[in-house]
């Protein structure tokens, strides 16, 4: 409930623990017969990193981070 309005948010029902503890659930659809999925092609450097780059590089401001040297 909505304590500034009185109205019903949401309306909760009793969980019957007993049939979740069976075990069964819904069938999902058959996996089959769904449309293939096509491999993943890199297209190279993802696009908000390329964004925040450029938008680094045009600030004018040295990088935020500086590799430190290997000891």
Do not use: W
């Amino acid at each position: 409930m909505d304590e500034r309005t009185g109205a019903s948010l949401c309306p909760l029902y009793p969980l019957d623990k007993s049939k979740n503890a069976h075990g069964e659930r819904r069938r999902l659809a058959d996996c089959a017969q769904t449309t293939p999925l096509t491999p993943f092609t890199p297209t190279g450097m993802a696009p908000l990193l390329r964004q925040l780059i450029h938008e680094q590089t045009a600030s004018g401001l040295p990088p935020a981070y500086v590799l430190k040297e290997s000891e």
